[in-house]
Antibody, heavy 124, light 111 residues
């Protein structure tokens, strides 16, 4: 069974920083070091918004325009971890942040596993 | 990149069938066959229920099916059950990375 567990959320003041973590437990057909990973967020009562992506070997990183230059995605394959460093936070960054795996093999072009999310609240 | 267009809400009675639409453009939904659908129950994380327009992951009920015509993808649910009451989101090909867009979501109510 594959599990993604996020942590690091909390309340932070506007302009502040926060680092989110996502730990992956490997299971049948899931090798973390071969998996592209994404962060997706959801503001309270709103829909899903893609935030960032990192290739399995870190050779590629992509960001939504809304967070480019403020957020940084990284990973540590030796620890099965993916991170999202949030900076210059704004009220509109308040959301539940999910890490999600990009499917490979049988499932292509979709997020096949999601974590339970970690809540970020930007407020003074 | 604009969000894909979904109806904000739909409803149906137990046992009925419903179809949720997801409309994009010829640059996203109409351009490839990698539309996916996600089910999200209140206070839960999203769950993949359809990928590549019409494929179901292992363990997903065959009451869920997907299709596409032109720039519009559709999710159909047959034999509605109380547990189908949830929010449903479509998504464009996530392999496009910076062009990943979700639909606005459809809240399904089972009366």
């Amino acid at each position: 069974q594959v599990h993604l567990v996020e942590s690091g959320g909390g309340v932070v003041q506007p302009g502040g920083s926060l680092r989110l973590s996502c730990r992956a437990s490997e299971g049948s057909g899931f090798t973390f070091s071969r998996s592209g990973m994404h962060w997706v967020r959801q503001a309270p009562g709103k829909g899903l918004e893609w935030v960032a992506f990192i290739q399995s070997d870190e050779s590629r990183k992509d960001y939504a325009d809304s967070v480019k230059g403020r957020f940084t995605i990284s990973r540590d394959n030796s620890r099965n971890m993916v991170y999202l460093q949030l900076g210059s936070l704004r009220a509109e960054d308040s959301a539940m942040y999910y890490c999600a795996r990009e499917g490979s093999g049988i499932v292509v072009g979709a997020f096949d596993y999601w974590g339970q999310g970690t809540l970020v609240t930007v407020s003074s | 990149q604009s969000a894909l267009t979904q109806p904000a809400s739909m409803s149906g009675s137990p046992g009925q069938s419903i179809t949720i639409s997801c409309t994009g453009t010829s640059s996203d939904v109409g351009d490839y066959n990698y539309v996916s659908w996600y089910q999200q129950h209140p206070d839960k994380s999203p769950k993949l229920i359809i990928y590549e327009v019409s494929n179901r992951p292992s363990g997903v009920s065959n009451r869920f099916s997907g299709s596409k015509s032109g720039n519009t993808a559709s999710l159909s649910i047959s034999g509605l059950q109380a547990d189908d009451e949830a929010d449903y989101y479509c998504a464009s090909d996530i392999r496009s990375r910076t062009l990943v867009v979700f639909g606005g979501g459809t809240k399904l109510t089972v009366l």
